[in-house]
């Protein structure tokens, strides 16, 4: 899993929004843009979840649960379905400027 969600996030343009579950915890994570989209949908839709930085991956991650997944799909197209999780689509443009002061915020919380 550990390579798959680096690649996904090193190829993501971040029109997806790649997301993870972990059956341990029933929690879904999102890691990078990913992270970044869904962390601005969850505050423009008043959806709850946790966000940290990863120092495993060198990245942000956001955590939350099955209501907010649900929701995010409601939000988004959903493109495919995978063992490895979901692959949303949300098209909106990430601003770059504010994604790197959300990251260094996030590194240094």
């Given at each position: 899993m550990d390579e798959i969600i680096v690649l996904n996030e090193c190829r993501n343009d971040g029109t997806h929004i790649y997301l993870y579950e972990d059956h341990?915890?029933?929690l879904w994570s999102a890691y990078g843009y990913s992270a970044y989209k869904v962390n601005t949908l969850a505050v423009d839709n008043h959806l709850p979840l946790l966000k940290?930085?990863?120092?495993e991956y060198q990245m942000?991650?956001?955590?939350?649960?099955?209501?907010?997944?649900?929701?995010?799909?409601q939000l988004c197209?959903?493109?495919n379905t995978t063992s490895q999780g979901l692959c949303l689509v949300q098209?909106?443009?990430?601003?770059?400027?504010?994604?790197?002061?959300?990251?260094?915020?996030?590194?240094t919380y």
């Open positions: 341990r915890t029933d940290s930085f990863s120092k942000p991650l956001v955590m939350f649960d099955k209501k907010t997944c649900e929701a995010l799909q197209r959903h493109e098209t909106e443009p990430i601003d770059d400027e504010s994604y790197y002061l959300w990251v260094n915020h996030l590194r």
